[in-house]
Each structure stands twice: as structure tokens, then as C-alpha cells.
């Protein structure tokens, strides 16, 4: 079974300093695709990054950025300088080289002013 | 740029009565899936289609029927709502194996009283 593990059900940030959310993943594939999916109270799910497995770069955009550890099975997001805009649920998914896509359960982001 | 398109937005139904969720996606795009959110449990992938013909079970398909009508639209129907489906509902699409992206609709919330 693939499985993708948040164990942080909330968080919060003061504003302008940094968070780091937390995911992990069980997967016997060698290739593979992982995303951070954010979701704000409007409900719309936004994609906010993406990495390649057979990368070793770690992707980044913007103020959001990963720390992939392929042997470790780990894929956090850190978020620079929090906005206020940046409070939402967010969600670590993965998918094989395929059409299957898996979600944790979330992590739910507050963003102190 | 519509993207996807899902409706209704809202539906409430009584146990036992059915209704069908309709999506469309205007990008070309092979893959549609139609996944299910619940409080503390994440998206969980009802069915899917891999492309225009095809249809899979996904993680809990139970109490679920789809149609891939043709390449733009994907339904989703409940034949005998129970409270359990009581849900928010989100139509997804993706071009496909490689690409590997997901692409929501603004979601549907389902009540079953």
C-alpha cells in the first residue's frame, strides 16, 4: 500500500518568519512525483509545488520551498516570510508514475498577524 | 480558462434519493478523477478514468457509479444517498502519465439528511 503520513494536524506562524510541514510516504517505486496542494477557506485546491524523484534538486517557488530525503521518505514544505494569504489546509501528495495520486490528511496552517 | 468545471456547488438530498455531480475540463486532458474530503481524513480517490472509455475503482467506491461520458466530462452518481456520503466532493483532471499534475474544480458539498 502507498500511504502519505502528516503528523502535524495544525500549525501556526508568526507572520514574516518561517514554517516547515511535515510529510512522509511509503512507497516501493524508485520514480515517482510529490506535490504540496494548498487549500484556502474558498475551498480551491492550489497546487504549490512540485518535485520529480529522480531530481536531487529540491524545488522551489517563490518563498515556498522543499527538503526531499528520497531514502528517508520525507517531503516537507518550508514557507518563507508567512503571509497573512498563506493561512490554509495544507496537502502532501504523491503519485507514481501513473494516474493514482495520494493525499495525507492535511495540515491545517494559521498565520499569526 | 475554465479548467474544471464541477456542479452543483451545494446539494442537499434525503436518504435514499439520487443525484449525479457533473464535471467538465475544457484543457484536453486524458485523466479525470473524482475524489471525496471528510474532517481529518484527506482526499480519499473514489474512481477514476485514465482516459475517454476507461473507468477504475479508486479507495471507496462503494455507493458510487460513474460515467465517462466522452473526453471533456466525467459524472458521478449516487444512486441511493445515505448520510455517510455526506461529503465535499472534488472533480480533478490531469493530462495523464509524465505530466502528473491535478488540476481541482471548486468542489461540491453534499448533505444527506
Known amino acids: ?113 | 480558462n475554465a479548467g474544471v468545471t464541477q456542479t452543483p456547488k451545494f446539494q442537499v438530498l434525503k436518504t435514499g434519493q439520487s443525484m449525479t455531480l457533473q464535471c467538465a475540463q475544457d484543457m484536453n486532458h486524458n485523466s479525470m478523477y473524482w475524489y471525496r474530503q471528510d474532517p481529518g481524513m484527506g482526499l480519499r480517490l473514489i474512481y477514476y478514468s485514465a482516459s475517454e472509455g476507461t473507468t477504475d475503482k479508486g479507495e471507496v467506491p462503494n455507493g458510487y457509479n460513474v460515467s465517462r461520458l466522452n473526453k471533456r466530462e466525467f459524472s458521478l452518481r449516487l444512486e441511493s444517498a445515505a448520510p455517510s456520503q455526506t461529503s465535499v466532493y472534488f472533480c480533478a483532471s490531469s493530462a495523464g502519465p509524465g505530466a502528473n499534475v491535478l488540476t481541482f474544480g471548486a468542489g461540491s458539498r453534499l448533505t444527506v439528511l
Do not use: H
Open chain 1, 1 to 113: 500500500a502507498q500511504t502519505v503520513t502528516q503528523s502535524q494536524p495544525e500549525m501556526s506562524v508568526q507572520e514574516a518568519e518561517t514554517v516547515t510541514l511535515s510529510c512522509t510516504y511509503d512507497t516501493s517505486e524508485s520514480d515517482y512525483y510529490l506535490f504540496w496542494y494548498k487549500q484556502p477557506p474558498s475551498r480551491q485546491m492550489i497546487l504549490v509545488i512540485r518535485q520529480e524523484a529522480y531530481k536531487q534538486q529540491n524545488a522551489t517557488e517563490n518563498r515556498f520551498s522543499v527538503n526531499f530525503q528520497k531514502a528517508a521518505k520525507s517531503f516537507s514544505l518550508k514557507i518563507s516570510d508567512s503571509q497573512l494569504g498563506d493561512a490554509a489546509m495544507y496537502f502532501c501528495a504523491y503519485s507514481p508514475t501513473g494516474n493514482q495520486f495520494y493525499f495525507g490528511t492535511g495540515t491545517s496552517l494559521t498565520v499569526i498577524p
